[in-house]
């Protein structure tokens, strides 16, 4: 059976812990880090000193899924439809 979550370690301000996340969100992290030129792991530092009392992997999630949901928006000219 393919695993669906992968834990993957990151140093954020010199410790480290470990984000589970599922592949896609991996991906599509590493490809926002990119775009920004910035190293993954001062992107991810960035989430988790902005997140809310949620847990480091939900933040990252969530911080993907904004990303394009605003990208989306910004390119169509339009909010998201309901």
């Known amino acids: 059976m393919k695993r669906l979550v992968a834990k993957h370690s990151v140093t954020i301000h010199g410790r480290k812990t ?3 996340l599922e ?3 991996w ?3 590493k490809q926002i880090a990119h775009t920004q030129q910035a190293p ?3 992107l991810i530092a960035r989430i988790d000193e902005t997140r809310d009392h949620s847990n480091l992997s ?3 999630r969530l911080f993907v899924l904004g ?3 605003t990208n989306r928006s910004s390119q169509s000219g339009h909010g ?3």
């Open 18 to 20: 470990s984000v589970s």
């Open 23 to 25: 592949a896609a969100f």
């Open 27 to 29: 991906s599509h992290l």
């Open 40 to 42: 993954l792991r001062d």
């Open 58 to 60: 939900s933040a990252i």
């Open 67 to 69: 990303h394009f949901q």
């Open 80 to 82: 998201l439809r309901e």
